[in-house]
Structure formats: structure tokens, C-alpha cells
């Protein structure tokens, strides 16, 4: 199965934006009882969700961004875990593999799990988050990150943190990280060199703040039309090949480049 490459955050508070959200091709539609919420209003946000999840039912494409486990919303937020309509829980400003172990605990076995990495203490216990068991994917809350590590930029300064998420991802045999928010709305060529350097790094799905960016993420995650061409190239040479060295382009052909060829073609369903 695909990992889901675009992830759209929706105020909690705002019921009548939840079918518009589902409606506009996102993989996974967050309804956000955190930052998007200001402190006044979490409990009503809160009772919002819990009304419209009520009335949509099982719906695997819907999650919801409870508070942190030292907000005073955090337990009453984890107890809408019970409905059906919700597919999983993501835990915003993960430090601790404890915290994910005991909302873990809370959840269906079918239940996602999302852990946002936001904190410098998150990076540095990173390898023992990404290992609890039944935990789904590492997600990077970069603007947070660049807050409290005292970062002015969220591009080239905090590559070395994505590298780290995707190595991580890697040995935990998670799916790719998941890559921050672009705040310019308007802006839909930054929105794409975004999502590109995320993808050279190896990130593999992005947060998204508007439904106008769904499109531009989702297909910033395929392979281009060259990537699928030459994976389709590797691919025949290896079917119709003999026992000797088999080249594509002039380039040997070995085993990483075939598992490469296949995982290209098998994004594109």
C-alpha cells in the first residue's frame, strides 16, 4: 500500500471546512484541536469535533492533533480516540517514548499513531520515539523545531534534523517522515521547491495548512515522467536480461538500482 503523501490540517472549531477537507483529495484530513485552537476554545472545538465525528462515522482518512501530554486538554482530547470515526491520533511535541507507549495504549489496534517531532529534546531521543511498537510514521513540526532551537530559516538550516528523521524512519522501518507546513499560501512555486527538497532528502509526504495545496503536494511526491521512464528501463533490461552484467543509460545495473526502479514503480500504482 502507498504511504499517504499529503496531510491537511483543519481548524477544530470549524466544522463546516471538515467535509470540504475530505472533499479536496488530501490522503489524510487532521482535525486540529491544538495550535490551531486558541486556549479559550479548546473545549468547544473539541465538542465540535466529537459531534461531527459522530455524525460521519469510520472514515480512514480522518485524524485528529490532540493537545500535548502536559496541556490540560490532553486527556479529555485522547477520549474521542473512542469513536469510529476517528483512524488515528497524532501527538503533538513527542519527546518522550514513554507519552506514545501510553497514548499508544488508548488507541484500537487499527488506530493510527503520528509522533510530531517539534523540540530539540525530541531530535535527541529520536531513535527510541521512532522504536515504540505500533507507532506509524515521524512527522516534523518545523517551525515549532526552529522556535525552540532558536532557528531563523526552515529550509537549509534544518536539513540535517530531516536527514536525521529519515534515518531514523529508516531503522525503525517506518514509513518516510513527513515533512512541515509551507506557510505561503499564494505562493505555489514555493509550495513546489518545498515539497521537492523535502523529496531529496527523502522525506515522503508533507503537512499542509490549505486545500489549494493538496495538488502541488501530492504531485511533488510522484516520480516525474524521467523517473518512471528509466525505472520502467531498468526494469524490462532485468526481465529480458541474460545471467551476464546488465546496463541501463550506460550505468550498471545492481541490486539497490533495481530496488530503487521497483519502489518508483510502485508509487504509481
Not at 488508548?106 to 503520528?114: C, G, K, M, P
Not at 505500533?134 to 532551537?149: E, K
Request: glycine content about 8%.
Amino acid at each position: 500500500m502507498k504511504a499517504a503523501s499529503s496531510y491537511l490540517f483543519v481548524p477544530g472549531e470549524r466544522a463546516e471546512r471538515f467535509d470540504k477537507a475530505l472533499a479536496s483529495g488530501a490522503d489524510r484530513v487532521i482535525l486540529d484541536l491544538e495550535d490551531a485552537v486558541l486556549p479559550e476554545a479548546k473545549a468547544r472545538a473539541r465538542d465540535t469535533v466529537h459531534d461531527w465525528l459522530e455524525r460521519h462515522g469510520a472514515d480512514a482518512r480522518v485524524l485528529v492533533r490532540v493537545n500535548g501530554v502536559d496541556t490540560p486538554w490532553h486527556e479529555d482530547d485522547l477520549s474521542i480516540a473512542v469513536l469510529p470515526g476517528v483512524a488515528g491520533i497524532m501527538l503533538p511535541k513527542a519527546e518522550r517514548a514513554s507519552d506514545l507507549v501510553r497514548v499508544r495504549a488508548s488507541l484500537r489496534d487499527s488506530q493510527a499513531l503520528y509522533a510530531l517531532i517539534e523540540t530539540v529534546d525530541a531530535v535527541v531521543r529520536l531513535r527510541e520515539i521512532a522504536a515504540v511498537a505500533g507507532l506509524t510514521r515521524l512527522a516534523f513540526g518545523s517551525f515549532d523545531f526552529c522556535s525552540d532551537a532558536g532557528i531563523g530559516d526552515d529550509r537549509a538550516p534544518l536539513d540535517p534534523v530531516r536527514t536525521q528523521l529519515v534515518i531514523e524512519s529508516r531503522h525503525a522501518r517506518l514509513p518516510a517522515p513527513v515533512d512541515g507546513v509551507t506557510l505561503a499560501l499564494g505562493d505555489e512555486a514555493a509550495l513546489a521547491a518545498d515539497v521537492s527538497h523535502a523529496r531529496s532528502f527523502g522525506m515522503g509526504a508533507k503537512l499542509c495548512i490549505h486545500p489549494r495545496q493538496v495538488e502541488t503536494v501530492k504531485r511533488g511526491f510522484l516520480p516525474s515522467e524521467a523517473e518512471s521512464a528509466w525505472a520502467r528501463r531498468v526494469l524490462d533490461a532485468i526481465a529480458q536480461g541474460s545471467a551476464g552484467a546488465i546496463a541501463v543509460d550506460g550505468k550498471l545495473v545492481d541490486r539497490p538500482v533495481v530496488e530503487r526502479a521497483k519502489a518508483i514503480v510502485a508509487q504509481l500504482g
